[in-house]
């Protein structure tokens, strides 16, 4: 059984910095891209970085500059830095992780339970 678990999530005020941490457990035989999304209230879910394996990344334009991905490969895990953090960036953020499993030929996709960020003041 593959499990993705978050932590890091939190109250902060504006302008401050979260780091979101995402780790997969289980019989894993190899990762694939990892990633955060996240959901606002009445919104529907939104990329908010991506990284492959050798470390290229995405980011959405709104957290661009602010937010920081990466990922420590042989832990099956990936990291959220966000500094100068914003009442918008207010959500539920998810990781997302494609992992392969021993014995498969393909990867699936794995989603964590997710992790509340409130920015306020």
């Known amino acids: 059984q593959v499990q993705l678990v978050e932590s890091g999530g939190g109250l902060v005020q504006p302008g401050g910095s979260l780091r979101l941490s995402c780790a997969a457990s289980g019989s894993i035989f190899s990762n694939d891209n990892m990633g955060w999304y996240r959901q606002a209230p009445g919104k529907e879910r939104e990329l908010v970085a991506l990284?492959?394996?050798?470390?290229?990344?995405n980011y959405a334009d709104s957290v661009k500059d602010r937010f920081t991905i990466s990922r420590a490969n042989a832990k099956n895990m990936v990291y959220l830095q966000m500094n100068s953090l914003k009442p918008e960036d207010t959500a539920v953020y998810y990781c997302?992780?494609?992992?392969?499993?021993?014995?498969?030929?393909?990867?699936?996709?794995?989603w964590g339970q997710g992790t509340q960020v409130t920015v306020s003041s």
């Open positions: 997302r992780a494609d992992l392969r499993l021993p014995g498969s030929t393909y990867y699936t996709r794995y």
């Open positions: 990284i492959t394996t050798g470390g290229s990344a």
